[in-house]
């Protein structure tokens, strides 16, 4: 069965078993071997963040592609992929690309560390745009309701104008 499947150009990998194939195939076929670790590579130190993005999550792809590179048997050392989540940050990470390179020890220049001071700029710039950092959910345990803020006899005007209701009526109504 498997044999009418497979072209013919890879008939010479067809075993007794369709276990021995399969092994066979994964074999030759599973690891992505050199052309594949170079696709990897240059995918990996030509990769540019983008300027609005999270360059953490960017930072977790290149990670990614170095397990990648490791499992073809091209391991790259832990400074080398911290290299390389610096020089895939935009151009006006610049100034914290030069800090970290010059004020980090070698024992400290790990992909943690790096990615641990990308994440704290990355809140820092967020916060100064105006853009919260709080996680939704803690937004919503914060909420307090209409009536909570304003007390129960709070209307809609009341709230847009910043105009607390009167507890009595303003004007005497009624009488002669």
Same mark, same amino acid.
């Given at each position: 069965m498997i044999r009418l499947r497979l072209g013919a150009t890879?008939?010479?990998?067809?075993?007794?078993?369709?276990?021995?194939?399969?092994?066979?195939?994964k074999n030759t076929f599973g690891t992505p071997?050199? #052309?594949g670790?170079? #696709?990897?590579?240059r995918s990996m130190f030509q990769h540019r963040?983008?300027?609005?993005?999270?360059? #953490?999550?960017?930072?977790n792809n290149l990670i990614q592609c170095?397990?990648?590179l490791s499992t073809a048997g091209f391991a790259l050392t832990d400074g080398l992929i911290a290299m390389a989540i610096l020089m895939a940050l935009p151009l006006d990470w610049e100034t914290t690309v030069s800090t970290l390179c010059s004020t980090l020890d070698d024992a400290s220049f790990t992909v943690a560390s790096?990615?641990?001071?990308?994440?704290?700029?990355?809140?820092?710039?967020?916060?100064?745009?105006g853009?919260?950092?709080?996680?939704l959910q803690d937004r919503i345990s914060e909420r307090t309701s209409f009536a909570a803020e304003y007390g129960p006899d709070a209307t809609l005007v009341?709230?847009?104008?910043? #105009?607390?209701?009167?507890?009595?009526?303003?004007y005497q109504g009624g009488g002669n």
């Open positions: 890879y008939l010479s990998h067809v075993k007794a078993t369709a276990k021995l194939t399969l092994t066979a195939l071997g050199r #052309v670790a170079l #696709v990897e590579m963040m983008k300027p609005n993005s999270n360059p #953490v999550h960017e930072a170095a397990a990648r790096i990615t641990s001071h990308i994440n704290c700029e990355y809140m820092r710039r967020q916060a100064t745009r853009k919260s950092t709080i996680s009341s709230r847009l104008t910043n #105009v607390k209701p009167a507890i009595r009526p303003s």
